[in-house]
């Protein structure tokens, strides 16, 4: 467990840095998000998914939760805050690769101004009005590219398009 | 809708809500739409957007505050499970050292046994602990606590009713959540009858003891015995040694003490 936490620490409070801008709510985000990870890490199947990517998706669903409730406080309107609560309503019913490699060059395949807002996306850590901003792109615009850009580089990762998965290591339920 | 439209808006919408950024219309459409038996939901589209983001920052090293890496660690000891019975079994010249006469702290000699029992290839008998990362047998991870922490509580056990003439000492460090129990006289036991359990009084975590451990005494004469304890104890008043039922309990009725260490 402690291993665990030397290597994706860093990576968990990236994540929650790129979602919550209020450093203490961070680090609350953070222990939540390893509260979950030895909660739930008897049901990680390296087999679906990297640890990187497992870690990555319990930091992010824990991140977007928190700000979810936080912006819900003065808009008053009712979210599906339930869908948040456990973590695996629904199984996965197509594997796809994860490591590194090939997220990339997943990424790499879109078009250009897809990949464009990607890396403003997820590497810059933009919001959707930010990225309007400096590209001029209507906002709807950057949410439809960023959503069928996800939904593309899923797509191209799904094992049944031909791909070997590389199995990953496991030091979350070792 | 036809099925072809139905599940391409789903994932869109899907898509959105891993994204985060559904407005409140969407939200009510989504959730209309989950409702609809030809929904099937797959994690997998979620799974590559923290591929995606976790690809992005991997190339970027971020330094987590030190102190939240302690709260990590120190976060561990909760979701502990707790290790199966620890048997302690104690070759004979351990247990003639291990002897109250003998000055069983001095690390020389220890050090120079425990390499004449390497040497003879001897092999250890009894179930190693895990010490600071390190797996290594109950007496050497005793021995390096002595020597790494400096908070170091020391308490003497005193054996109760039929277990009077028992002898020991437990120490405990708070900083390292390590702690020893070295037990003399106590009787032999039969697992499949009985075992020992060691609790711990923390009035500052709670009014209930926590669990030590179960243990057994498997021969006569002197065991080092390690403190599992699977939550954080802070500062402990008293350590007692029941007896139960094997594989111990979650509660004591305490119908059998056998020995208390209360701190002074």
Known sequence: ?174 | MNDHDFRNRFEELEAGRILGDLDAEEVKEWELLLKDPRCTRDSSLEFAAAAVEAGFLQARKSEVPRGLQEKLVAGIAEFVVPAPVNVVRVPFWRRILSAPQVAWGVAATLAVLLAAERFLQDPPSVDPVRSGGVVMLPAEAKSQLMQKASDLKETEFGGLADYGKMTGKVIWSDAHQEGFMTLTGLPVNDPAVKQYQLWIVDPKRDEKPVDGGVFDIPATGTVVVPIRNPVAVRDPQAFVITMEQPGGVVVSKQQVVVAIAKAS
């Open chain 1, 1 to 174: 467990m402690q291993e665990c936490i030397t290597k994706y620490s860093g990576l968990v409070w990236s994540i929650a840095c790129r979602y919550v801008k209020n450093q203490t709510c961070v680090e609350d985000v953070v222990q939540e998000v390893f509260t979950d990870l030895w909660k739930c890490a008897k049901r990680y199947d390296p087999a679906i998914a990297s640890e990187s990517t497992f870690i990555g998706m319990l930091a992010r669903r824990r991140a977007i939760d928190f700000v979810r409730k936080e912006s819900r406080r003065p808009q008053l309107e009712p979210l599906p805050e339930g869908e948040f609560q456990g973590h695996f309503s629904s199984e996965p019913t197509t594997v796809i690769r994860c490591e590194s490699g090939d997220v990339m060059e997943a990424v790499k395949v879109l078009p250009e101004e897809t990949r464009q807002i990607f890396f403003l996306h997820f590497d810059e850590g933009m919001t959707h009005p930010e990225i309007s901003e400096k590209t001029g792109l209507p906002l709807g615009t950057v949410k439809t590219r960023l959503r069928r850009g996800l939904i593309e580089v899923r797509r191209k990762l799904r094992l049944d398009g031909g791909g070997d998965a590389a199995q990953p290591s496991n030091s979350i339920n070792s």
